[in-house]
């Protein structure tokens, strides 16, 4: 995140229930800071295309999942919301947490996840 939207980040976490995620995503929707925001069904995604192994707990795989994409995602906050609607619908639709649409989906060729829930490959050892 960049120096410019730390202070608003900041006061948004004091209102209760507003965490890092939930703070980034005011400032990308109100187009304050080019961040990705990311929800949990973009995250799980994300995770799957193997962007980022799970960590020890969700903000660490948040976090990790924006370092992999650091200097990828540009600067552009309409294009980073589309991005945003974009990975949650595929995680609501398709990556869905249990019983993931793999057979459909068109990243099954580049998703190792996805390769070995559809039996296409075996898991690595
Ligand atoms: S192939 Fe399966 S696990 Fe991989 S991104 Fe698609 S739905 Fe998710």
Redesign the pocket.
């Known amino acids: 995140m960049s120096y410019r939207c730390r202070w608003p980040k900041r006061a948004l976490k004091q209102y209760p229930t507003i965490g890092d995620p939930c703070a980034q995503k005011i400032l990308l929707f109100t187009g304050t800071a080019p961040i990705l925001a990311l929800d949990s069904n973009g995250l799980r ?1 994300l995770v ?2 193997g962007y980022t192994d799970e960590k020890k707990n969700y903000g660490a795989t948040y976090r990790a999942a924006q370092e992999a994409l650091a200097g990828q995602t540009g600067t552009d906050c309409a294009w980073l919301v589309e991005v945003h609607q974009l990975l949650r619908r ?1 995680g609501q639709e ?2 869905r947490r249990t019983e ?3 057979r459909v ?1 068109p ?2 060729r580049n ?1 190792d ?2 390769q070995v ?1 559809t039996g296409a490959s075996q898991p690595a050892s």
């Open positions: 995604g799957r295309l595929h398709l990556c993931p649409a793999c989906c990243l099954l998703c996840f996805g829930a």
